[in-house]
């Protein structure tokens, strides 16, 4: 079982962000491959429950709290662990994480199959369209790493389920929360775009280039601040805008308009990018307050 005896409380998602980000990584004098390795581990020492193969949330929880991690931390350490092979060529350390984020998916949840925000075997959860984009995001970055296909058919399975958030209502876009219409949001439809642009890099097959600038002229049209930045979602049937900005709805974007660039050639994307870097400042500022 998981030990306690150095952390009384600790969040997951704070831990494996220090992974990629940690400012301490940058300030010291300790090697940043060494840094990696010890918040890795870490995780797999205080998070991970080895008997049932599932990472826990925290390491103090509430009464009203699950014990196991929801979907969402899991998210960013399947990157993490993509990140971590192509630092150490010939280790295994995604394999790990798959074989735990399978134990959300939920093959017979109608319209299509997708990965639940809590794991099926503990009565499963919402789905979110954003946690299953981050996913395939992840498994797209092994399969042009990897070349193995595995990565690119789960990628295509979480294309399709991303596919029924959209719809035509106030001219299209993706939803953040499945059988909710409450909201269409960046941190969807920005992921969405970038799953889209992979799936097409990697097959040349023109309906994800289609269903990738359909959700990204639909963002830009609907969320683009004339700042140059994204708010954060549309509420509807309202249509009234959340005008908050988030650093992560930007970087979506710039991404977005980076591979778009590479893949057509057209500087307008290239321009876009240097817009929304520019008021990038400003965003972090916000996001932060």
């Known amino acids: 079982m998981v030990s306690l005896k150095f952390i009384k409380s600790f969040d997951c998602t704070i831990l494996v962000a220090t992974i990629l980000c940690s400012p301490s990584i940058a300030q010291d004098k300790v090697p ?12 797999y020492q205080y998070f991970y429950d080895s008997t ?46 798959m074989q735990v984020i399978d134990k959300y998916y939920n093959p017979a ?45 789960f990628s295509k399975d979480i294309y399709y389920f991303m596919l029924t958030g959209y719809d035509t209502i106030s001219g299209g876009g993706l939803y ?4 909710d219409s409450s909201t269409k949001n960046t941190c969807s439809n920005g992921p969405g775009v970038l799953l889209a642009l992979q799936l097409y890099k990697a097959t040349n097959e023109k309906k994800y ?8 002229e639909w963002t830009n049209k609907t969320l683009l601040s004339p700042e140059g930045l994204y708010y954060d979602n549309l509420k509807l049937p309202s249509k009234e805008v959340d005008k908050r900005y988030y650093t992560y709805n930007a970087g979506t974007m710039l991404q977005s308009n980076v591979i778009l660039y590479q893949v057509t050639g057209k500087k307008e994307y290239l321009l876009a990018k240097t817009n929304c870097h520019q008021h990038g400042r400003q965003a972090i500022h916000i996001s932060a307050a």
């Open 32 to 43: 940043a491959t060494q840094k990696i390795k010890s918040v890795y581990n870490n995780i």
């Open 52 to 97: 049932l193969n599932l990472f826990i949330e925290k390491t103090a929880l509430r009464k009203d709290e699950k014990p196991f991690s929801y979907l969402w931390p899991l998210c960013a350490l399947i990157q993490a662990a993509n990140e971590m092979e192509v630092l150490y060529p010939g280790k295994e350390y995604m394999k790990p994480v």
């Open 109 to 153: 949840k109608p319209p299509h199959p997708g990965y639940d925000s809590y794991p099926v075997p503990y009565d499963g959860g919402d789905r979110f369209y954003d946690d299953n984009q981050w996913i395939g995001i992840a498994y797209m970055d092994a399969y042009e790493r990897t070349k193995d296909k595995k990565y690119l058919s």
């Open 176 to 179: 953040w929360k499945e059988f």
């Open 209 to 216: 280039m289609d269903s990738a600038l359909l959700i990204y």
